[in-house]
Nanobody, 121 residues
Framework: QVQFVESGGGLVQPGGSLRLSCAASGFTLDSGAIGWFRQAPGKEREGVSCITSDGNTYYTASAKGRFTISRDRAKNTVYLQMNSLKPEDTAVYYC???????????????WGQGTQVTVSS
């Protein structure tokens, strides 16, 4: 069965950094794209970033220049390095299989349980 386990969330001050991890099992990163998504209370889920099986990376406007998505093929793990964090980044962050292009990061069926990121003074 396909399974994703997110970790690395926590409480940080504005301007701080976190690195999220998404460990995948039952799924090969070389054969599909993975996206990071987030959802704040009372708000809709939104895409953050995604990486294709070819290693191409894409970011939403709010993430560009602050976040970096990467992968470790040997560990079958995707990472999201988040720098210069802002209070509006507070959300539960999820990884999922994704339809990932220059213009879209759309979940395609498999999700992890999420990890909480809180940015507060």
């Amino acid at each position: 069965q396909v399974q994703f386990v997110e970790s690395g969330g926590g409480l940080v001050q504005p301007g701080g950094s976190l690195r999220l991890s998404c460990a995948a099992s039952g799924f090969t990163l070389d054969s599909g794209a993975i996206g990071w998504f987030r959802q704040a209370p009372g708000k809709e889920r939104e895409g953050v970033s995604c990486i294709t099986s070819d290693g191409n990376t894409y970011y939403t406007a709010s993430a560009k220049g602050r976040f970096t998505i990467s992968r470790d093929r040997a560990k079958n793990t995707v990472y999201l390095q988040m720098n210069s964090l802002k209070p509006e980044d507070t959300a539960v962050y999820y990884c999922a299989t994704s339809i990932c292009t220059t213009y879209y990061n759309v979940p395609s069926g498999y999700w992890g349980q999420g990890t909480q990121v809180t940015v507060s003074s």
